[in-house]
T-cell receptor
Framework: KAGVTQTPRYLIKTRGQQVTLSCSPI?????VSWYQQTPGQGLQFLFE???????NKGNFPGRFSGRQFSNSRSEMNVSTLELGDSALYLC?????????????FGPGTRLLVL | GIQVEQSPPDLILQEGANSTLRCNFS?????LQWFHQNPWGQLINLFY???GTKQNGRLSATTVATERYSLLYISSSQTTDSGVYFC?????????????FGRGTQLTVWP
């Protein structure tokens, strides 16, 4: 099976712009989670989607949003970018039947905000 | 939320040496995973080990859930083992799928 894929892999934006990141889970997986990794805060949970519904959300401002499509692909959007949004954004997929099952991560999208 | 602490934060070894990485967690957990983050940032699954011991080649892991810790053993280290090792857990007190990560152990293996 192909692994989790994320696009784009690298992105440079300026403050105030918005960005959309995409994640395609492993075939058959219905749950997608998003995490932000920064040197200062480490790996932090953003949100989790299952069957097109957000079922869990981390402690991030409303500028961070996401959605999931019927084919389980997920997108996350960050509006009004700030310098502090520069990070590695990782998505993970899991089958979804059991909420606390093994998660498999994609290669990540590196976002640089100038 | 659950607290996850990893030690040591940094580890420098020469090729061929053995090492032990530790992960402590503050509450009961349902799932514990060990990951290796490669230089490009991807988290590679090493073990899913909520309890007991597992081995995969030169790597093995042990989780003692009742004492709230897990250990990752790397034997005969190779330069390709370099990178950051993370442990992550699901909170047993929650039904949600969020993973809580430690800050990682940065492993550097010199030839």
């Amino acid at each position: 099976k192909a692994g989790v894929t994320q696009t784009p892999r690298y992105l440079i934006k300026t403050r105030g712009q918005q960005v959309t990141l995409s994640c395609s889970p492993i075939s058959g997986h219905r749950s997608v989670s998003w995490y932000q990794q920064t040197p200062g805060q480490g790996l932090q949970f953003l949100f989790e989607y299952f069957s097109e519904t957000q079922r869990n959300k981390g402690n991030f401002p409303g500028r961070f949003s996401g959605r999931q499509f019927s084919n389980s692909r997920s997108e996350m959007n960050v509006s009004t970018l700030e310098l502090g949004d520069s990070a590695l954004y990782l998505c993970a997929s899991s089958p979804g039947q059991n909420r606390q099952e093994t998660q498999y991560f994609g290669p990540g999208t590196r976002l640089l905000v100038l | 939320g659950i607290q996850v602490e990893q030690s040591p934060p940094d580890l420098i070894l020469q090729e061929g040496a053995n090492s032990t990485l530790r992960c402590n967690f503050s509450d009961s957990v349902n799932n514990l995973q060990w990951f290796h983050q490669n230089p490009w940032g991807q988290l590679i699954n090493l073990f899913y080990i909520p309890s007991g011991t597992k081995q995969n080649g030169r790597l093995s892991a042990t989780t003692v859930a009742t004492e709230r810790y897990s250990l990752l053993y790397i034997s005969s280290s190779q330069t390709t083992d370099s990178g950051v090792y993370f442990c992550a857990v699901h909170d047993r007190g929650s039904t949600l799928g969020r993973l809580y990560f430690g800050r990682g152990t940065q492993l550097t293996v010199w030839p």
